[in-house]
T-cell receptor
Framework: AQSVTQLDSQVPVFEEAPVELRCNYS??????LFWYVQYPNQGLQLLLK??????LVKGINGFEAEFNKSQTSFHLRKPSVHISDTAEYFC??????????FGTGTRLKVLA | NAGVMQNPRHLVRRRGQEARLRCSPM?????VYWYRQLPEEGLKFMVY????????ESGMPKERFSAEFPKEGPSILRIQQVVRGDSAAYFC?????????????FGPGTRLTVT
């Protein structure tokens, strides 16, 4: 069965510092990978997705993620965060179907 | 260009009452998905519907839960005789066709509290 692990439930980081949010998945077959962001009282917004091709994926708001098949990881990174990046971030995986498997989320708190 | 809309945003029900959650997909989207997020957990798939059809309800609890997506109007997730364990955030997502990426657009969620 597939699963998604987000090891860090909360990540505090100072403004303008870099950040990495970790995501590992388990699957024996090819998967599609997604990162979503949820701002307070809002729905989930797609940040970026990996379907195939280049393992470095660039998304909105300056975020990027790297697909590492050997380590079954899809970590999200941003070189310099802003206060407005404070939100909850969800990693999700799909085996190419509509059924997404989500991680438990990571709360990013950017400190002034 | 309105996104996925859900209402109500917050719903409080006493044990034994019924809860009705509504979801209006994005314009042009004919596929709707419902997910449930229990406290401290990730979103979990419940059901996938197209207009007037349930395609996959493998994530729905066997009893008390039902979903529909009529020809006209929003999709409805109905929970009968709610219990405290039903307290959660319920998210609806929609997509156009299945396509390659199955990109789903999410609504803001309905937070159900059962007292």
């Amino acid at each position: 069965a597939q699963s998604v692990t987000q090891l860090d439930s909360q990540v505090p980081v100072f403004e303008e510092a870099p950040v990495e949010l970790r995501c590992n998945y388990s699957s024996s077959v090819s998967v599609y990978l997604f990162w979503y962001v949820q701002y307070p009282n809002q729905g989930l917004q797609l940040l970026l997705k990996y379907l195939s091709g280049s393992t470095l994926v660039k998304g909105i708001n300056g975020f990027e993620a790297e697909f590492n098949k050997s380590q079954t990881s899809f970590h999200l990174r941003k070189p310099s965060v802003h206060i407005s990046d404070t939100a909850e971030y969800f990693c999700a995986v799909s085996r190419g179907t509509y059924k997404y498997i989500f991680g438990t989320g990571t709360r990013l708190k950017v400190l002034a | 260009n309105a996104g996925v809309m859900q209402n109500p945003r917050h719903l409080v029900r006493r044990r034994g009452q019924e809860a009705r959650l509504r979801c209006s997909p994005m314009k042009g989207h004919s596929h709707v998905y419902w997910y449930r997020q229990l406290p401290e957990e990730g979103l979990k798939f419940m059901v996938y519907l197209q207009k007037e059809n349930i395609i996959d309800e493998s994530g729905m609890p066997k009893e008390r839960f039902s979903a529909e997506f009529p020809k006209e109007g929003p999709s409805i997730l109905r929970i009968q005789q709610v219990v405290r364990g039903d307290s959660a955030a319920y998210f609806c997502a929609s997509s156009t066709t299945r396509g390659q990426s199955y990109e789903q657009y999410f609504g803001p969620g309905t937070r159900l509290t059962v007292t």
